[in-house]
């Protein structure tokens, strides 16, 4: 273990901020994207789809490899990969050569799970909860500041500088990783073979699933391409749990899904992912909205990317009560108080989204539910699990956040595309119906969480 003084937390929050930064690149740049590319707004969308599609895929397979020795290796080659994203991105002289830029920045989705593994390595004991919950918070906290960098770049000196920011920071985490962790093979790890059956139908059946999601409101949810492509998902992924069952070796041990808490958090990370990515998809679109839609902030987006900052300041403010109180109360009841307030936000959002400072104030209700619930998720799992499948279980619980988001995505995706005016904006009726969804999602999740609550004590009880 390191000295109590050690900067190895700090070294990994910065180098897990590498998602938030990269993240940041996402929704907030489709508009400029699409203008600058010379593509349909629906089109620049491929720069959101491609970029999860392929950290569904990496992740699960980042996670299971930062259970074996070579942590520090995989941390570096991971950012390396981020940072050559970012370039192309950068540099693309075309839509297509940009969509390989944001694919390779896929990878960042793996980046928390592999820090998770380090923090559990090499933070002494007493400090090892606190350090995974700030490392899963991470994220949510460096949206709300990544936004609004993104905003202030892309609007002062165009989109392309939004994306050598992101590299310079990469790279920064690069070094920061490079002096700090420490060198050489983790002489605990276990020599576990990777499997690459389990690995390879996971790739493609997440893949698939995620495509259909991402494209049936284009394609259609009744055409045949969509229809056989989401078949074929689950025909692939039918394989792939009857696979990970039978393997001495699985690439995500499945067994520990009997374990309630480790359930309950999967659970909880698919609906509360759908119902973050609808609120701050749509709080972007309502910020550069232009006031004749009636609903428009008309932003530029060198301040649009500062209704995010509340998200950060509330994803902080959480994490840190967590930390202060979390000894009083039991991991599990943070996740119903998360998905409580994420539910007061998302009606907030649905019922009044006309003026700037409602917008903030859900964003800022948003931060405080993720960070009570996302702090509370790793720290569930790795309680309950062995330490030698902490990386893979974590980055499950990672997969199915970006599963939730991909879902959350194509919601929005497809009640916009149905409700779009002649100028292809979205209309007022397409946003309050878009924001409803999300608030009764979260309201689902909660009621689903009380309801586990009280059937728990009840088999306790009897």
Known sequence: MLETRSP???????????????????????P??????????????????????????????????????????????????????????????????FLIGRTLQGLTYGIVAVTIS??????????????????????????????????????????????????LFVLSAIIVVIRVIPNGPDEHAAAIPFDYLGATLLAFGLGSLLLGISEGPHWG?????????????????????????????????????????VLLANLTAIGLGAALYIGLSLASLVAQAPESTGYGLA?????????????????????????????RFSLATLLPIGAALMAVAGSVLWLAHSELWEILLGML???????????????????SVATEELGSSVSFNQVLR????????????AVIAAHTSADHHATATGINLTFEIGAVLCMLVFLALIINGFATRFRSAT
């Open 8 to 30: 190895m937390v700090p070294a990994l929050v910065y180098a897990a901020l590498s998602t938030a930064i990269v993240s940041s690149l996402g929704m907030l740049l489709v």
């Open 32 to 97: 400029s994207i699409s203008q600058e590319m010379g593509v349909s707004v629906s089109t620049a969308q491929w720069m959101l789809t491609l970029n999860l599609l392929a950290g569904a895929i990496a992740t699960p397979v980042m996670g299971r490899l930062s259970d074996g020795p070579h942590k520090k290796k995989l941390l570096l080659v991971s950012l390396a990969i981020i940072l050559a994203g970012s370039v192309i991105a950068a540099l693309a002289p075309n839509f297509t050569v």
């Open 118 to 167: 380090l923090a559990r390595r090499y933070v002494e004991p007493a400090k090892v909860r606190g350090a995974i919950s700030s490392l899963s918070v991470t994220v949510a906290t460096g949206i709300g500041i990544g936004y609004p960098l993104t905003g202030i770049i892309a609007g002062l000196a165009g989109f392309r500088w939004a994306f050598w920011f992101a590299a």
């Open 221 to 261: 949810w009744t055409s045949p391409r969509t229809l056989g492509i989401l078949l074929f998902a689950v025909v692939l992924l039918s394989l792939w749990i009857r696979t990970e069952l039978r393997s001495d070796h699985p690439l995500i041990n499945l067994h520990v899904f009997k374990n309630g808490e």
């Open 299 to 327: 932003l530029p987006v060198i301040w649009a990317g500062f209704v995010m900052f509340p998200l950060s300041v509330g994803s902080f403010a959480a994490n840190r009560l967590v930390h202060r109180l979390g000894h």
């Open 365 to 383: 209700l948003f931060g405080l539910g993720l960070g009570a619930a996302y702090a509370a998720m790793p720290a569930l799992i790795a309680r």
């Open 402 to 413: 970006t599963i939730g988001s991909s879902f959350g995505t194509a919601i929005s995706g």
